[in-house]
């Protein structure tokens, strides 16, 4: 069992570039979250899929970002025309789909700054 | 309204003291989850423990034990002889059922400096 991988786990943009970044859960999880983490603070809930539904999204998720999940394997988050305020970390999680256990399990983040 | 409270911002010790990380939350929910992550400089979220509400049973793990009590609406998590390799921050975070989606809100941490 190798863990949530993200990548890339550094990302350098200019304002108004697209970027996207990849989640690859612990196989077989079907409940998949991302969330965003600035400095000093908690992360924050951005969207949830269970297998290649997405179920919810936060209001945090802005019309310029949009994440997928095809297949129910790996997930994507995608930021268009990104924006000083986007520079985050931004995190991965992964939990089973059982009732006896709801702990998620993150990666290592990607960490984004926007110049 | 859901949310979770770490007042403590930063809290040092020198090795070998016992320190408490206090977590207070809020709900409306009957059924929910607590949580305690570690993370460590390299940023990862390590998973700690997991708490449902109907469970109010202290637990120890080592050096670790928390303490769950529904009447004052806290989790706080206690570490006993500190080391430097438990310097980090620490997040408590809250899940409720009737969200379907069991997401977190986590509080915003407590940096831990452990001094040898």
């Known amino acids: 069992d190798t863990g949530v991988s993200q990548d890339p786990r550094h990302k350098i943009t200019k304002r108004g570039q697209n970027v996207t970044f990849r989640c690859d859960p612990i196989s077989e999880h079907n409940r998949l979250y991302w969330y965003r983490q600035t400095l000093g603070q908690g992360p924050e809930f951005l969207t949830y899929f269970q297998n290649e539904a997405q179920l919810e999204k936060s209001r945090l998720l802005s019309d310029r970002f949009s994440a997928e999940r095809p297949k129910g394997s790996f997930s994507t988050l995608e930021i268009q025309r990104t924006e000083q305020g986007d520079s985050a970390m931004y995190l991965c999680?992964?939990?089973?789909?059982?009732?006896?256990?709801?702990?998620?399990?993150f990666g290592p983040g990607t960490r984004l700054t926007v110049t | 309204a859901q949310k979770v409270t770490q007042a403590q911002t930063e809290i040092s010790v020198v090795e070998k003291e016992d320190v408490t990380l206090d977590c207070v939350y809020e709900t409306r929910d009957t059924t929910y989850y607590l949580f305690w992550y570690k993370q460590p400089p390299s940023g990862e979220l390590v998973f700690l423990i997991r708490?449902?509400?109907?469970?109010?049973q202290n637990e120890i793990s080592g050096r670790y034990s928390w303490n769950f009590q529904k009447s004052t609406s806290s989790f706080n998590f206690t570490i006993t002889a500190s080391q430097v390799v438990d310097s980090a921050v620490y997040f408590c975070a809250l899940s409720e059922v009737t969200s379907g989606t069991y997401k977190y809100i986590f509080g915003t941490g407590t940096r831990l400096k452990v001094l040898a």
């Open positions: 708490r449902n509400s109907f469970d109010e």
């Open positions: 999680a992964s939990s089973p789909d059982r009732t006896s256990s709801y702990e998620q399990y």
